[in-house]
Protein backbone atom coordinates (compact mmCIF):
# COMPACT_ATOMS: atom_id res chain seq x y z
CA UNK A 1 0.00 0.00 0.00
CA UNK A 2 1.47 3.35 -0.73
CA UNK A 3 2.02 5.89 2.15
CA UNK A 4 -0.44 8.55 1.88
CA UNK A 5 1.10 12.10 1.41
CA UNK A 6 0.35 13.40 5.00
CA UNK A 7 2.45 15.25 7.73
CA UNK A 8 3.72 12.33 10.17
CA UNK A 9 5.81 12.97 13.10
CA UNK A 10 9.21 10.40 11.85
CA UNK A 11 9.26 8.92 15.69
CA UNK A 12 5.40 9.61 17.73
CA UNK A 13 4.98 10.03 21.10
CA UNK A 14 3.40 6.35 20.96
CA UNK A 15 7.25 5.02 20.47
CA UNK A 16 6.78 3.81 16.84
CA UNK A 17 8.44 4.90 13.57
CA UNK A 18 5.80 6.17 11.47
CA UNK A 19 6.49 4.95 8.46
CA UNK A 20 7.57 1.53 10.01
CA UNK A 21 4.36 1.29 12.19
CA UNK A 22 3.40 -2.58 11.33
CA UNK A 23 -0.66 -0.71 11.52
CA UNK A 24 0.71 1.38 8.86
CA UNK A 25 1.31 -1.77 5.96
CA UNK A 26 -1.17 -4.04 4.48
CA UNK A 27 -0.51 -6.68 7.06
CA UNK A 28 -3.45 -4.64 8.56
CA UNK A 29 -6.05 -5.15 5.37
CA UNK A 30 -5.89 -1.49 4.25
CA UNK A 31 -5.46 0.14 7.89
CA UNK A 32 -4.16 3.47 7.24
CA UNK A 33 -2.70 5.60 10.11
CA UNK A 34 -3.21 9.06 8.98
CA UNK A 35 -2.36 11.02 12.38
CA UNK A 36 -1.55 9.14 15.30
CA UNK A 37 -4.29 9.45 18.03
CA UNK A 38 -1.70 8.54 21.09
CA UNK A 39 0.34 11.50 20.37
CA UNK A 40 -3.00 13.83 20.36
CA UNK A 41 -4.03 12.14 23.40
CA UNK A 42 -0.73 12.79 25.02
CA UNK A 43 -1.64 16.02 24.17
CA UNK A 44 -4.86 16.25 25.76
CA UNK A 45 -7.28 15.97 22.99
CA UNK A 46 -10.29 13.54 23.80
CA UNK A 47 -12.53 12.28 21.60
CA UNK A 48 -16.71 11.81 22.64
CA UNK A 49 -17.43 8.42 23.19
CA UNK A 50 -14.43 7.10 23.03
CA UNK A 51 -12.17 8.94 25.44
CA UNK A 52 -14.70 11.57 26.84
CA UNK A 53 -16.39 11.91 28.67
CA UNK A 54 -15.64 8.65 30.07
CA UNK A 55 -13.07 7.48 32.57
CA UNK A 56 -11.78 4.71 30.31
CA UNK A 57 -10.21 4.84 27.46
CA UNK A 58 -11.72 2.29 24.83
CA UNK A 59 -8.58 2.42 22.78
CA UNK A 60 -6.35 1.14 25.58
CA UNK A 61 -5.63 -2.10 23.82
CA UNK A 62 -4.19 -0.41 20.94
CA UNK A 63 -1.54 1.80 22.72
CA UNK A 64 1.86 0.40 23.51
CA UNK A 65 2.46 3.40 25.84
CA UNK A 66 3.18 2.49 29.67
CA UNK A 67 4.70 -0.75 28.53
CA UNK A 68 1.81 -2.39 26.91
CA UNK A 69 2.08 -3.49 23.63
CA UNK A 70 -0.69 -3.52 20.61
CA UNK A 71 -2.14 -7.09 19.25
CA UNK A 72 -1.05 -8.03 16.05
CA UNK A 73 -2.92 -7.22 13.63
CA UNK A 74 -6.25 -9.85 13.22
CA UNK A 75 -6.40 -12.31 10.32
CA UNK A 76 -9.39 -14.11 8.69
CA UNK A 77 -9.49 -18.19 8.86
CA UNK A 78 -10.80 -19.54 6.00
CA UNK A 79 -14.38 -19.12 4.70
CA UNK A 80 -17.21 -21.20 4.48
CA UNK A 81 -19.84 -21.58 1.95
CA UNK A 82 -22.90 -22.17 1.59
CA UNK A 83 -26.59 -21.49 -0.39
CA UNK A 84 -28.26 -19.00 2.30
CA UNK A 85 -32.10 -18.58 1.39
CA UNK A 86 -33.50 -15.58 1.23
CA UNK A 87 -35.58 -13.63 4.12
CA UNK A 88 -38.26 -12.38 1.46
CA UNK A 89 -38.28 -8.47 2.78
CA UNK A 90 -41.78 -7.11 2.56
CA UNK A 91 -40.92 -3.21 1.60
CA UNK A 92 -41.42 -1.94 5.32
CA UNK A 93 -41.11 -4.34 8.33
CA UNK A 94 -41.66 -2.51 11.90
CA UNK A 95 -39.61 -2.95 14.75
CA UNK A 96 -41.18 -3.68 18.05
CA UNK A 97 -40.70 -2.71 21.44
CA UNK A 98 -40.43 -6.10 23.47
CA UNK A 99 -41.16 -4.49 26.95
CA UNK A 100 -44.61 -2.32 25.95
CA UNK A 101 -47.37 -4.57 24.25
CA UNK A 102 -48.70 -1.57 22.90
CA UNK A 103 -46.25 -1.95 19.82
CA UNK A 104 -47.91 -5.19 19.51
CA UNK A 105 -49.72 -4.31 16.67
CA UNK A 106 -51.06 -7.77 15.88
CA UNK A 107 -52.99 -7.84 18.98
CA UNK A 108 -55.43 -4.75 17.86
CA UNK A 109 -56.24 -6.69 14.98
CA UNK A 110 -54.12 -5.46 12.16
CA UNK A 111 -51.78 -8.55 10.48
CA UNK A 112 -48.19 -7.85 9.47
CA UNK A 113 -46.10 -9.94 7.49
CA UNK A 114 -43.02 -9.43 9.51
CA UNK A 115 -41.36 -7.46 12.81
CA UNK A 116 -37.83 -7.54 13.60
CA UNK A 117 -37.35 -8.04 17.88
CA UNK A 118 -34.44 -6.46 19.69
CA UNK A 119 -32.24 -8.67 20.85
CA UNK A 120 -31.06 -6.38 23.46
CA UNK A 121 -33.89 -5.91 24.55
CA UNK A 122 -34.15 -9.12 25.81
CA UNK A 123 -30.61 -9.62 27.39
CA UNK A 124 -31.19 -5.73 29.26
CA UNK A 125 -34.52 -7.70 31.21
CA UNK A 126 -34.03 -11.41 32.70
CA UNK A 127 -37.40 -11.38 32.90
CA UNK A 128 -38.52 -10.78 29.47
CA UNK A 129 -35.41 -13.30 28.51
CA UNK A 130 -36.91 -15.85 30.55
CA UNK A 131 -40.14 -16.12 29.08
CA UNK A 132 -39.13 -15.75 25.66
CA UNK A 133 -36.25 -18.20 26.32
CA UNK A 134 -39.32 -21.22 27.58
CA UNK A 135 -41.83 -20.48 25.01
CA UNK A 136 -40.17 -18.91 21.98
CA UNK A 137 -40.73 -15.95 20.61
CA UNK A 138 -43.56 -16.74 18.91
CA UNK A 139 -45.70 -18.05 21.73
CA UNK A 140 -44.56 -15.53 23.97
CA UNK A 141 -45.37 -13.05 21.50
CA UNK A 142 -48.63 -14.92 19.91
CA UNK A 143 -47.39 -13.95 16.53
CA UNK A 144 -47.53 -15.79 13.17
CA UNK A 145 -45.91 -14.17 10.70
CA UNK A 146 -42.34 -14.28 10.48
CA UNK A 147 -40.15 -12.92 13.19
CA UNK A 148 -36.37 -11.49 12.89
CA UNK A 149 -34.12 -10.80 15.11
CA UNK A 150 -31.97 -8.15 15.50
CA UNK A 151 -28.57 -8.30 16.95
CA UNK A 152 -28.39 -4.40 16.37
CA UNK A 153 -27.29 -2.82 19.93
CA UNK A 154 -25.66 -0.93 22.64
CA UNK A 155 -21.78 -1.74 22.46
CA UNK A 156 -21.76 -2.92 25.97
CA UNK A 157 -23.19 -5.72 25.36
CA UNK A 158 -21.73 -6.52 21.97
CA UNK A 159 -18.41 -7.25 24.09
CA UNK A 160 -20.50 -9.47 26.56
CA UNK A 161 -21.54 -12.18 23.34
CA UNK A 162 -19.66 -15.12 21.56
CA UNK A 163 -20.70 -17.42 19.16
CA UNK A 164 -21.67 -20.18 21.23
CA UNK A 165 -23.80 -17.19 22.96
CA UNK A 166 -25.96 -15.96 20.24
CA UNK A 167 -26.31 -19.71 19.57
CA UNK A 168 -27.43 -20.85 22.92
CA UNK A 169 -30.28 -17.52 22.49
CA UNK A 170 -31.34 -18.59 18.67
CA UNK A 171 -32.00 -22.52 19.69
CA UNK A 172 -34.35 -21.06 22.51
CA UNK A 173 -36.23 -17.98 21.27
CA UNK A 174 -36.40 -19.59 17.85
CA UNK A 175 -37.15 -17.53 15.23
CA UNK A 176 -37.54 -17.20 11.56
CA UNK A 177 -34.18 -15.38 10.73
CA UNK A 178 -31.43 -13.69 12.39
CA UNK A 179 -29.30 -10.88 11.40
CA UNK A 180 -25.34 -11.71 12.16
CA UNK A 181 -23.90 -10.80 15.05
CA UNK A 182 -23.36 -6.59 15.16
CA UNK A 183 -20.09 -4.77 15.61
CA UNK A 184 -19.13 -1.31 16.47
CA UNK A 185 -17.05 0.92 14.21
CA UNK A 186 -15.89 5.16 14.74
CA UNK A 187 -14.36 6.83 12.41
CA UNK A 188 -12.41 8.79 14.48
CA UNK A 189 -10.21 5.67 16.24
CA UNK A 190 -7.07 4.40 14.93
CA UNK A 191 -8.16 1.89 12.21
CA UNK A 192 -6.25 -0.54 13.60
CA UNK A 193 -9.85 -1.37 15.69
CA UNK A 194 -12.44 -0.27 13.36
CA UNK A 195 -10.62 -3.08 10.96
CA UNK A 196 -10.45 -5.86 14.11
CA UNK A 197 -14.25 -5.17 14.42
CA UNK A 198 -15.05 -5.37 10.64
CA UNK A 199 -12.96 -8.80 10.80
CA UNK A 200 -14.70 -9.91 13.65
CA UNK A 201 -18.08 -9.50 11.61
CA UNK A 202 -16.70 -11.24 8.87
CA UNK A 203 -15.74 -14.26 11.59
CA UNK A 204 -19.17 -13.85 12.72
CA UNK A 205 -20.95 -14.28 9.63
CA UNK A 206 -18.27 -17.18 8.81
CA UNK A 207 -19.51 -19.11 12.37
CA UNK A 208 -23.37 -18.27 11.83
CA UNK A 209 -23.20 -20.70 8.62
CA UNK A 210 -23.52 -23.29 11.08
CA UNK A 211 -27.13 -22.19 11.96
CA UNK A 212 -29.77 -24.00 10.40
CA UNK A 213 -32.19 -20.31 9.50
CA UNK A 214 -32.51 -17.43 7.05
CA UNK A 215 -29.64 -15.47 7.83
CA UNK A 216 -29.16 -11.58 6.89
CA UNK A 217 -25.56 -10.57 6.39
CA UNK A 218 -24.76 -6.45 7.99
CA UNK A 219 -23.19 -4.09 6.10
CA UNK A 220 -20.85 -2.48 8.51
CA UNK A 221 -17.90 -0.58 8.62
CA UNK A 222 -16.28 2.87 9.65
CA UNK A 223 -15.21 3.96 5.76
CA UNK A 224 -16.53 2.57 2.54
CA UNK A 225 -13.76 0.03 2.09
CA UNK A 226 -14.47 -1.64 5.10
CA UNK A 227 -18.18 -1.76 4.57
CA UNK A 228 -17.47 -3.11 0.91
CA UNK A 229 -14.77 -5.69 2.09
CA UNK A 230 -17.48 -7.56 4.61
CA UNK A 231 -19.86 -7.23 2.08
CA UNK A 232 -17.73 -9.01 -0.77
CA UNK A 233 -16.97 -11.68 2.08
CA UNK A 234 -20.49 -12.64 3.33
CA UNK A 235 -21.21 -13.08 -0.71
CA UNK A 236 -18.46 -15.23 -0.91
CA UNK A 237 -19.67 -17.14 1.95
CA UNK A 238 -23.14 -17.33 0.38
CA UNK A 239 -25.49 -14.67 1.77
CA UNK A 240 -27.78 -12.97 -0.53
CA UNK A 241 -29.89 -11.06 2.08
CA UNK A 242 -28.04 -8.15 3.76
CA UNK A 243 -29.35 -5.22 6.58
CA UNK A 244 -27.35 -1.72 6.77
CA UNK A 245 -28.13 -0.13 10.05
CA UNK A 246 -28.13 3.48 8.81
CA UNK A 247 -29.87 5.54 11.58
CA UNK A 248 -26.40 7.42 12.74
CA UNK A 249 -25.00 7.76 9.02
CA UNK A 250 -28.68 9.08 7.81
CA UNK A 251 -28.85 11.56 10.85
CA UNK A 252 -25.06 12.81 9.83
CA UNK A 253 -25.97 12.95 6.25
CA UNK A 254 -23.37 10.22 4.85
CA UNK A 255 -26.08 7.59 3.71
CA UNK A 256 -26.17 9.39 0.58
CA UNK A 257 -22.64 8.46 0.28
CA UNK A 258 -22.29 4.97 1.46
CA UNK A 259 -25.24 3.39 0.13
CA UNK A 260 -25.20 3.60 -3.60
CA UNK A 261 -21.81 2.37 -3.24
CA UNK A 262 -22.94 -0.46 -1.52
CA UNK A 263 -25.63 -1.40 -3.66
CA UNK A 264 -23.19 -1.15 -6.56
CA UNK A 265 -20.79 -3.93 -5.04
CA UNK A 266 -24.28 -5.96 -4.22
CA UNK A 267 -25.19 -5.66 -8.06
CA UNK A 268 -22.06 -6.58 -9.10
CA UNK A 269 -21.43 -9.74 -6.80
CA UNK A 270 -24.63 -11.17 -7.43
CA UNK A 271 -26.28 -9.66 -10.08
CA UNK A 272 -29.03 -8.21 -8.53
CA UNK A 273 -29.86 -11.15 -7.02
CA UNK A 274 -30.27 -10.36 -3.51
CA UNK A 275 -32.38 -8.36 -0.73
CA UNK A 276 -31.57 -5.21 1.16
CA UNK A 277 -32.99 -3.78 4.10
CA UNK A 278 -32.10 -0.37 5.48
CA UNK A 279 -32.60 -0.46 9.73
CA UNK A 280 -33.36 2.29 11.59
CA UNK A 281 -34.65 4.36 9.15
CA UNK A 282 -37.67 4.55 6.98
CA UNK A 283 -38.33 8.54 5.65
CA UNK A 284 -36.82 10.81 3.42
CA UNK A 285 -35.73 7.98 1.22
CA UNK A 286 -38.04 7.33 -1.84
CA UNK A 287 -35.15 7.43 -4.67
CA UNK A 288 -34.05 4.11 -3.83
CA UNK A 289 -36.74 1.98 -5.03
CA UNK A 290 -35.74 -1.78 -4.51
CA UNK A 291 -34.79 -1.20 -0.61
CA UNK A 292 -36.93 -2.28 2.57
CA UNK A 293 -36.99 -0.39 5.43
CA UNK A 294 -37.11 -1.36 9.26
CA UNK A 295 -37.54 1.65 12.61
CA UNK A 296 -39.56 2.20 15.37
CA UNK A 297 -40.68 5.34 14.78
CA UNK A 298 -43.94 4.54 13.84
CA UNK A 299 -44.59 3.60 17.79
CA UNK A 300 -42.38 6.20 19.24
CA UNK A 301 -43.78 9.17 17.49
CA UNK A 302 -47.29 7.95 18.52
CA UNK A 303 -46.22 7.76 21.99
CA UNK A 304 -45.53 11.19 21.72
CA UNK A 305 -48.54 12.82 19.84
CA UNK A 306 -46.88 12.36 16.07
CA UNK A 307 -48.82 11.36 13.26
CA UNK A 308 -47.65 10.07 9.88
CA UNK A 309 -49.98 11.26 7.00
CA UNK A 310 -48.40 10.52 3.77
CA UNK A 311 -45.11 9.25 5.32
CA UNK A 312 -44.17 12.91 6.68
CA UNK A 313 -44.83 13.21 10.30
CA UNK A 314 -46.83 16.15 11.95
CA UNK A 315 -48.00 16.96 15.74
CA UNK A 316 -51.70 16.19 15.81
CA UNK A 317 -52.16 19.59 16.38
CA UNK A 318 -50.71 20.61 13.19
CA UNK A 319 -53.79 22.63 11.12
CA UNK A 320 -52.28 21.49 8.04
CA UNK A 321 -53.60 17.92 8.77
CA UNK A 322 -55.77 18.47 11.98
CA UNK A 323 -59.28 18.21 10.43
CA UNK A 324 -57.93 15.40 7.25
CA UNK A 325 -60.45 12.48 7.56
CA UNK A 326 -58.37 9.63 7.70
CA UNK A 327 -60.25 6.07 6.45
CA UNK A 328 -57.30 3.45 7.11
CA UNK A 329 -58.41 0.40 9.40
CA UNK A 330 -57.50 2.19 12.54
CA UNK A 331 -59.26 5.37 11.57
CA UNK A 332 -61.97 4.43 10.13
CA UNK A 333 -62.76 8.11 8.82
CA UNK A 334 -61.78 9.96 12.22
CA UNK A 335 -59.18 13.41 12.10
CA UNK A 336 -56.37 13.82 13.94
CA UNK A 337 -58.59 16.09 15.96
CA UNK A 338 -60.70 13.20 17.02
CA UNK A 339 -57.53 11.41 18.53
CA UNK A 340 -56.72 14.67 20.42
CA UNK A 341 -60.01 14.37 21.71
CA UNK A 342 -60.02 10.43 22.81
CA UNK A 343 -56.49 11.18 24.38
CA UNK A 344 -58.22 13.20 27.17
CA UNK A 345 -61.02 10.17 27.33
CA UNK A 346 -58.96 7.28 26.91
CA UNK A 347 -55.31 7.87 26.23
CA UNK A 348 -54.25 4.15 26.06
CA UNK A 349 -56.93 3.55 23.26
CA UNK A 350 -55.75 7.02 21.69
CA UNK A 351 -52.25 6.05 21.86
CA UNK A 352 -53.34 2.36 20.11
CA UNK A 353 -54.83 4.45 17.24
CA UNK A 354 -52.35 6.61 16.56
CA UNK A 355 -49.44 3.78 16.69
CA UNK A 356 -51.99 1.46 14.12
CA UNK A 357 -52.54 4.72 12.02
CA UNK A 358 -48.59 5.42 11.85
CA UNK A 359 -47.99 1.50 10.90
CA UNK A 360 -50.79 1.53 8.42
CA UNK A 361 -49.62 5.19 6.77
CA UNK A 362 -45.61 3.89 6.34
CA UNK A 363 -46.82 0.03 4.85
CA UNK A 364 -49.37 1.71 2.33
CA UNK A 365 -46.43 4.22 1.19
CA UNK A 366 -43.87 1.75 1.15
CA UNK A 367 -46.32 -0.52 -1.29
CA UNK A 368 -47.28 2.10 -3.65
CA UNK A 369 -43.57 3.53 -4.21
Known sequence: MEVLKVNVLRRSRCGFDCVSCPYFKKACIGCVIETCLVDKCIKGTSYTGITHPKSFCRLRPYCPIGGKERPSPVQVSSLGRKQ??????????????????????????FQVPAV???????????????????????????????ILLSTV???????????????????ELRPDATMVPDNYTYTDVPL?????????LVSFANDFLELDIPLIGLVKGANL??????????????YVSFAMPAREL?????????????????????RNDFEFLLYGVGVKLWEYKDVSFSNLSWFLRAKHGEYYWDGLFYDLRDPSIRFEECYCEACGG????????????????????????????????????
Open 84 to 109: VARIKFPRFIPEIDISDERSWIWREG
Open 116 to 146: FVPLWQLLTNENFLSKASSKGLHDYLGFDGK
Open 153 to 171: MPDELIDRLETKDYFRLIE
Open 192 to 200: YQSWSQTIR
Open 225 to 238: RQMDWAVRRQVEMG
Open 250 to 270: FEEEMLDYFLPQILLTLRRSL
Open 334 to 369: MMPQDIIDLWFDDKERAMRTLAAHNLLDLSRLWQRR
